[in-house]
């Protein structure tokens, strides 16, 4: 198969008409061009196909939750399911509606309730927090040129209503220890990770090797820690789209408000796609339709 050419012919059979939005809650990423589209995938041999911009950096955004959720569990082990849980939640990635039933246990780690006990946990572990994640996402793929986005980090701390209210809630149930504007400046300059479709491909490649990157040779995490960490994104990495996610894509995936969705089949591929208008629920518009026809095309879901 030619996949180079699939990636082009695929991008040509899109709906004509996009009709998501770029995310405007964060000014910084209002700024970004709505008709970028980029298309990233590696096999776990490293052999790469790529199309359009795929080379241009973008604000990862929640895609990120998916490094400091597998720091987290690098360092706590399955202790850390007593702090958060695995279950999906069928709701929004900021909503606070489940927290109270729930006791201040965040349903999933990749809600932002769940995201924000995650980052409190490293927060207590990591002597350099922005230093050490850094480093930790550098040593996925050796690229050492990935960098945190500044501007956009200090758009979302100005933004933070939302998230500073998740902190205190779950702060009086006692599931957040540390200061909260430590905690929301970590997030949030998480959330401002930046990468190109290439990048995030190879920096989830692990997840489809069996927790060995295939760029270093370097065992990230355990066979059985990489299955859980699959798990948890098929079953929560597109919040209450993650059925649908599933249902039409196939694969466990992680999406992030910049516009990007990250994908993987374990033991073969991971594919990375960036277009920035959004769906109703988040997720990117094209992205969602480009991985449903990739996925088909290529005859390979995990299902
Ligand atoms: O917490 C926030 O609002 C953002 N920084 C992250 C949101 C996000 O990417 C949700 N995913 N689709």
Known sequence: M???ALLAKLYQQLPAENTGEVATYIPELAKVDPTKFGVHAVTCDQRAYAYGDSEECFSIQSIAKMFTLTMAYQREGNQLWERVD???????FNSLVQ?????GIPRNPMNNSGALVVCDILLNYLAEPKKDLLAFVHSLTGDETINFNERVAASERETSARNRALIEFIRSFGNINNDTERLLDFYCTLCSLE???RQLAESFLFLANQGISPCTGKRIVSSTMTKRLNAIM????LYDEAGEFAFRVGLPGKSGVGGGIVALHPGDYCVAVWSPPLNPKGNSFYGMAYLEAFTSEVGESIY
Request: net charge negative.
């Open 2 to 4: 030619d996949v180079t």
């Open 86 to 92: 695995v279950e999906p939640s069928g709701t929004p």
């Open 99 to 103: 927290l109270e039933a729930d006791k």
């Open 195 to 197: 990468m190109n479709c």
């Open 234 to 237: 098929q079953l929560c990495g």
